[in-house]
T-cell receptor
Framework: QQQVKQSPQSLIVQKGGISIINCAYENTAFDYFPWYQQFPGKGPALLIAIRPDVSEKKEGRFTISFNKSAKQFSLHIMDSQPGDSATYFCAATITGNQFYFGTGTSLTVIP | DTAVSQTPKYLVTQMGNDKSIKCEQNLGHDTMYWYKQDSKKFLKIMFSYNNKELIINETVPNRFSPKSPDKAHLNLHINSLELGDSAVYFC???????????FGDGTRLSIL
């Protein structure tokens, strides 16, 4: 049973555009929601994370939007660049427990 | 300084063989993990150790056996390798089970 559902599976965006990746969860006990970025040949690396007490967190061009009532959160990449081309994973956890990862989104930014 | 290092980076072997993958972290973390990533990029947790004790053991064939000699090391031994074991295996560590994980660069296992 997939605890965190991620969409789309793949995404192609023009340089300068906005990339949006969505995740949904069912377990309302989840209290930490990180996003990981993975480049080919590398392991996933923490990109940005949010807790449910805020609705938005921004770090540079990356923003997490969190909708607690809808049990959804999304990653927005503004002014997408070819260097952002990677696989992105959302995840969720309950404090003290294991992480549950989404199925990943392969992002390609076209120059 | 590599925070989480795995060896080897590539492993090509024949069906039926036994192989090991080593992992070391120099972050002083208490929790270590093994993940399997298949060709579709799905990340599936296999094992998690906290302070050398097994805390997560997902449905994994008992041909896979993790060993944690100390907090900084978590090795993965695989017996009787099968074609379906071909994947990239990632080691990761975190300060505690609910803290962000730091991943190694993976070991690509190919079974001939």
């Amino acid at each position: 049973q997939q605890q965190v559902k991620q969409s789309p599976q793949s995404l192609i965006v023009q340089k300068g555009g906005i990339s949006i990746i969505n995740c949904a969860y069912e377990n309302t006990a989840f209290d930490y929601f990180p996003w990981y970025q993975q480049f080919p040949g590398k392991g996933p690396a923490l990109l940005i994370a949010i807790r449910p007490d805020v609705s938005e967190k921004k770090e540079g061009r990356f923003t997490i939007s969190f909708n607690k009532s809808a049990k959804q959160f999304s990653l927005h990449i503004m002014d997408s660049q070819p260097g952002d081309s990677a696989t992105y994973f959302c995840a969720a956890t309950i404090t003290g427990n294991q992480f549950y990862f989404g199925t990943g989104t392969s992002l390609t930014v076209i120059p | 300084d590599t925070a989480v290092s795995q060896t080897p980076k590539y492993l090509v072997t024949q069906m039926g063989n036994d192989k090991s993958i080593k992992c070391e972290q120099n972050l002083g973390h208490d929790t270590m993990y093994w993940y399997k990533q298949d060709s579709k990029k799905f990340l599936k947790i296999m094992f998690s150790y906290n302070n050398k004790e097994l805390i997560i053991n997902e449905t994994v064939p008992n041909r896979f056996s993790p060993k944690s000699p100390d907090k900084a090391h978590l090795n993965l031994h695989i017996n009787s390798l099968e074609l379906g074991d071909s994947a990239v295996y990632f080691c990761a560590s975190s300060q505690s089970p609910d803290q962000p994980q730091h991943f190694g660069d993976g070991t690509r296992l190919s079974i001939l």
